[in-house]
């Protein structure tokens, strides 16, 4: 399988449920980005990981946690969430070159999450 | 700080007509830019970026879009939709950290093109 895959793509959970959502990248790329794209509303970048580091959480409540165990997956989970957080989520891979410089950054699918 | 402007939020255009989508951004010095499309339930697809170089960029699916740096513009151009083109487009900007090591991608609001055959 090629570029960036999300499972699942759908979801439903209440606000008591614990869920995970997963990013896998076959690109050979270090960084990886988790993205909210809700309606009306425009991308928001959630997190980003460099080198399995994470380097920017931006504000994002705690009831998301994010992981990347490796440069290849990265995960979201998910525990007491809203429904103001129901939103397409999208993950993207890019590679990183140096400081000062910059890579296309290529996107998932998403997961689209629905909290009842 | 830096921004993306996409004007229009919804654009529709007869199959066969030519399509120009426009988008502003504010970065205080030279920008990469993007455009990405996203169809209805998917990820965002790049069209094209422009890095450096010649200010005409040809991107996939015919698509092109001029750079032009006095204007702070980098619109998106196709001479004959498609109604397959029918999706929402979105210009972003990619700021550069000269610290960290990563970059971040500033998206405009979107704008959503319908296609009448």
């Known amino acids: 399988e090629t570029g960036v895959t999300q499972t699942p793509r759908h979801l439903v959970m209440g606000m008591t449920n614990k869920k995970s959502l997963k990013c896998e990248q076959h690109l050979g790329h270090n960084a990886m980005y988790w993205y909210k794209q809700s309606a009306k509303k425009p991308l928001e970048l959630m997190f980003v990981y460099s080198l399995e580091e994470r380097v920017e959480n931006n504000s994002v409540p705690s009831r998301f946690s994010p992981e990347c165990p490796n440069s290849s997956h990265l995960f979201l989970h998910l525990h007491t969430l809203q429904p103001e957080d129901s939103a397409l989520y999208l993950c993207a891979s890019s590679q990183e070159i140096i400081a000062g410089e910059l890579d296309t950054q290529y996107f998932g699918p998403g997961t689209r999450l629905t909290v009842l | 700080a830096q921004s993306v402007t996409q004007p229009d939020i919804h654009i529709t255009v007869s199959e066969g007509a030519s399509l120009e989508l426009r988008c502003n951004y504010s970065?205080?010095?030279?920008?990469?830019l993007f455009w990405y499309v996203q169809s209805p339930g998917q990820g965002l697809q790049l069209l094209l970026k422009y890095f450096s170089g010649d200010t005409l960029v040809q991107g996939i699916k015919g698509f092109e879009a001029e750079f032009k740096r006095s204007q702070s513009s980098f619109n998106l151009r196709k001479p004959s939709v498609h109604w397959s083109d029918a999706a929402e487009y979105f210009c972003a900007v990619g700021a550069v950290t000269f610290s960290g090591g990563y970059n971040k991608l500033i998206f405009g609001a979107g704008t959503r093109l319908a296609v009448h055959p």
């Open positions: 970065y205080g010095a030279t920008p990469y």
